[in-house]
Structure formats: structure tokens, C-alpha cells
């Protein structure tokens, strides 16, 4: 596509429940990165893939947090049981390859409420 | 482990007046360093890295690696530069994803 593009924009949820965000990169981009970003502070690394692989997930707070990008393309993070303090802004970006660190296309961001 | 420290939540100033906008980084290799902005409504887009050494905007950022700072600068401010400014750093050894500092809102004044 033109852009990255992020769904749902906006998800709110019930505490306990489970969501998935998604995140389609730019046609051709290797490398696809989540963050998270809370109110007032910056974006805070969470995962990243080159192709289908996960290169890095240190970033994920605890293990109800995944992702996943199966064909190389579509990225998928899920977030289980969700608890108020994943309420945040989730950003996806995605670069040409490993080699354009920095060189980041950023979605609009899904805003997760946990209510 | 490399951080990023933007000082300034906020920095306001009126047109025409000349901005610096501080990053500090720590890190015990050499850095890559980047700027990236996010103006109003819209999504976080780089705005300059230091490798390429360009002016975007009007902006400019020296990495100086004595002081540990790559201070991002405009000698004239304009009204649509008001925007959340963030600084961010990409180590090449070790984690490759970019770490951010907590930004600094430019508001400019007319």
C-alpha cells in the first residue's frame, strides 16, 4: 500500500478481554517494528521482524504480549487478558531492511483503551 | 543500554526567533542519531539523521560526540513548526530498533 497502515484506530475493551492490532507495512518493506507509547513519553520499543521472523522481542512486557507476522507481510499483535496499564498508543512502522535502521514509515496508531 | 533524555517537555517561543531543541544520548558505542517529528494530527515521520548531514526544513542537528548531544536547531522559527519533537537513537551493535527520548512540544507564537 501507500502507507502503513494500522486497524482498528481506536479499540476500546473490557479488562480480561483479548485484542489483536494490526498493522499492513509499505508493499516491499523487510522490516516491521511495534512500540508503544504512553501519554507524555516517547515510543518505547516493543518487537521487530525481518520478513517473517522475529528478530527482537525483548521489548514485550510480560508473556501476554505476541505478535506475529506469518507471511512476511501483515503484522499481528495480541495483547491477552488485558489489564489498565496496556492502555496506550500502539505504533507500527516498517523500514526497506534491516540495513535502513532509523529509517522508519509510521502508521497512525491504534489508541487502546483498557477499561 | 543506550537512553535518550530530551529535557524540555515544552518550549515555546514567538516567530522569528531563532530554536534549539536538546537530546542527550548515552551510549557506549557510536550512535546513529535521528530526529522525528509529529505535527498536529498527523503520524510520526522522520524529519533528519545525522549521517546525512542535510538541512529539512530549515533544521539542522550536529552529533557531538564530546558532549553526548544531538541538539536539533532552526535559526528563524515559523508558526507551522509548532509539532512534538522527538529524538532517537539506533545502536549497531545489539538491539537494532530505535530507542526514543520523551519529546519536546515547539509551540511558536506569533
Known amino acids: 500500500g501507500a502507507g502503513v497502515s494500522q486497524s482498528p484506530r481506536y479499540k476500546v475493551t473490557k479488562r480480561g478481554q483479548d485484542v489483536a492490532l494490526r498493522c499492513d507495512p509499505i508493499?516491499?518493506?523487510?522490516?516491521l517494528y511495534w512500540y508503544r507509547q504512553a501519554l507524555g513519553q516517547g515510543p518505547e520499543f516493543l518487537t521487530y521482524f525481518n520478513y517473517e521472523a522475529q528478530q527482537d522481542k525483548s521489548g514485550l512486557p510480560n508473556d501476554r504480549f505476541s505478535a506475529e507476522r506469518p507471511e512476511g507481510s501483515i503484522s499481528t499483535l495480541t495483547i491477552q487478558r488485558t489489564e489498565q496499564r496496556d492502555s496506550a498508543m500502539y505504533r507500527c512502522?516498517?523500514?526497506?531492511?534491516?540495513?535502513?535502521?532509523?529509517?522508519?514509515?509510521f502508521g497512525s496508531g491504534t489508541r487502546l483503551t483498557v477499561v | 543500554a543506550q537512553r535518550v533524555t530530551q529535557p524540555e517537555k515544552l518550549l515555546s517561543v514567538f516567530k522569528g526567533a531563532p530554536v534549539e531543541l536538546k537530546c542527550n544520548y548515552s551510549y557506549s558505542g557510536s550512535p546513529e542519531l535521528f530526529w522525528y517529528v509529529q505535527y498536529s494530527r498527523q503520524r510520526l515521520q522522520l524529519l533528519l539523521r545525522h549521517i546525512s548531514r542535510e538541512s529539512i526544513k530549515g533544521f539542522t542537528a550536529d552529533l557531538n560526540k564530546g558532549e553526548t548531544s544531538f541538539h536539533l536547531k532552526k535559526p528563524f522559527a515559523q508558526e507551522e513548526d509548532s509539532a512534538m519533537y522527538y529524538c532517537?537513537?539506533?545502536?549497531?551493535?545489539?538491539?537494532?530498533?530505535?530507542?526514543f527520548g520523551s519529546g519536546t512540544r515547539l509551540q511558536v507564537q506569533p
Open positions: 508493499s516491499g518493506h523487510v522490516s
Open positions: 532517537a537513537l539506533s545502536a549497531y551493535t545489539g538491539r537494532r530498533a530505535l530507542t
Open positions: 512502522a516498517s523500514s526497506l531492511g534491516p540495513e535502513d535502521v532509523g529509517g522508519y514509515t
